[in-house]
């Protein structure tokens, strides 16, 4: 079950030549598909031989295949990791009930809700990286922007999957408008605000890879543990490819504060943008401000709908099985809330504080990040110098329970006068975005790096990294 059979139209392991009714469908909404990937997909390079990876097998060892193929020709299909033996619900009130491998009918539209909000966040990326092959920094970092903007179509494939094969004649209109939502526009925007932010440069789309895919991993973590087995089953194939998306985010501008750090030990007065680097306060405010953007998309803090979703047996924790009781009745979680202007700790239900719980893991995770950064600053001998900070999950929110207050990076609550006194220091200013935007000029020639970024430190599938990743002629 586990290999992908490519004799198909639709390269898929859900043998769907035994549902032609389905099969149909999704027939009929490839042409689609491909019509958006033209319009919307990567700017440029249509044409050209990238060399991508491609799913072969669900399983855990040896699962890609490496080689040269034209966007447009990549095979997207329907990956599923392998059906559990009698797998039961993990948690909430269903909890060691077996698993559903049909919609319930009563968490039909939530289920739909959830799964729409997903995939809803595929397409969007891509738009959002459409034209960054313009500016690429190099070849090899060329081939990971398409490597990502193709395994973001492959994930609205497995979402669009669920759609057409469970939800009837609503799903294949949820499908349809999936492709007619645009990241950004104003009149049909994407659901989740980071999916309609601009991203028109490789800091950007580095600080994007590393939260905004990370949320996506978080997301898909709970979306994991689903009692909706084909969901669960789609999520835990997906986190395969998404690690990749997060290993590009972060050795990228891992590289960014290499070079900085360089540039820095380089120019007489440390002034890294004399010598056209990225200087690290600037690369500090597009931290703060992609990690704040990436803490909304996981919900406010206490939330009925994320109590719901756990109570159904939708959407569990992260790493359920880690947990002893898998009910979360009769427990509370401590959260500091603003009351007259103050910060106080109070008790929330634990069932309505699931998001909080997961933005917690996710917050661990980024600092796991980050700290890893810092250590290519102490390498470069400027420990003392520098240092990137995540700044406080209070910080910059537009969505919970924070996003009527002003706080510092610390989270201290401050007035709307001192925010607008200090906000320029901490979030990216344009000039900031003007200055980022001037380094941003293409490098396709084997081997070679943008100034403005250090090189890999090995290439992609053991090849070396002068390797014409990108035969851009
Ligand atoms: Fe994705
Ligand atoms: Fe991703």
């Not at 290999?3 to 859900?14: A, E, G």
Request: with cysteine; charged share 30%.
């Amino acid at each position: 079950m586990a290999s992908i059979d490519y004799s198909q139209r639709i390269p898929n392991n859900v043998d769907l030549s035994s549902n032609r009714r389905l099969q149909r469908a999704l027939e009929k909404w490839q042409p689609r598909f491909l019509d958006w990937w033209q319009e919307m997909g990567p700017e440029g390079f249509q044409a050209k031989d990238v060399y991508l990876r491609t799913a072969i097998n669900t399983d855990k060892g040896g699962w890609a295949h490496f080689d040269y193929v034209r966007m447009p020709d990549y095979r997207w299909g329907i990956f599923l990791n392998d059906r559990e033996q009698d797998r039961t619900v993990g948690f909430g009130d269903h909890a060691g009930e077996p698993v559903w491998q049909e919609v319930p009918g009563e968490y039909r539209n939530m289920l739909r809700r959830v799964i729409v909000t997903q995939a809803d966040t595929e397409p969007a990326s891509v738009e959002q990286q459409r034209y960054l092959g313009a500016t690429a920094p190099s070849l090899y970092d060329l081939r990971n922007l398409f490597q990502v903007n193709v395994e973001e179509g492959r994930h609205l494939w497995a979402m669009v999957y669920l759609l057409h094969g469970y939800f009837g004649r609503d799903g294949r209109n949820e499908a349809d408008e999936l492709l007619d939502r645009r990241a950004g526009n104003e009149d049909k925007p994407r659901i989740l605000d980071a999916f309609n932010q601009r991203c028109p440069d490789w800091l950007t789309f580095f600080c994007f890879t590393t939260f905004t895919d990370r949320d996506g991993k978080y997301q898909l973590g709970a979306l994991a543990e689903s009692g909706f087995d084909p969901l669960a089953r789609t999520c835990r194939f997906m986190l395969t490819e998404e690690a990749h998306h997060l290993f590009v985010g972060e050795t990228g501008i891992g590289r960014i504060i290499q070079r900085s750090c360089d540039l820095y030990k380089e120019d007489p007065n440390g002034d890294v943008r004399a010598q056209g680097g990225i200087d690290m306060a600037t690369i500090q405010r597009f931290v703060n401000y992609w990690y704040s953007y990436s803490l909304d998309l996981f919900g406010s803090e206490v939330s009925s709908n994320a109590a719901d979703f756990f109570a159904s047996g939708l959407k569990g924790r992260w790493k359920e099985e880690s947990y002893d009781d898998h009910s979360a009745l009769n427990q509370v979680h401590r959260l500091a809330v603003m009351r007259e202007g103050r910060l106080v700790d109070e008790e929330v239900p634990l069932r309505n504080a699931m998001n909080e719980l997961l933005r917690g893991e996710y917050r661990k995770d980024c600092e796991k990040v980050v700290s890893r950064w810092n250590r290519v600053i102490r390498k470069a001998g400027l420990a003392d110098t520098f240092e990137i900070k995540l700044p406080s999950t209070r910080f910059h929110r537009r969505q919970g329970v924070y996003a009527d207050a002003h706080f510092d990076l610390d989270g201290n609550p401050i007035s709307e006068a001192e925010w607008n006194e200090q906000a320029p220091g901490w979030l990216p200013s344009e000039a900031d975005r003007d200055y980022v935007a001037s380094l941003m000029s293409p490098v396709y020639e084997p081997g070679k790096m943008a100034n403005w970024i250090a090189a890999p430190r090995r290439g992609i599938n053991g090849m070396p990294s002068d390797y014409v990743y990108v035969r851009t002629h």
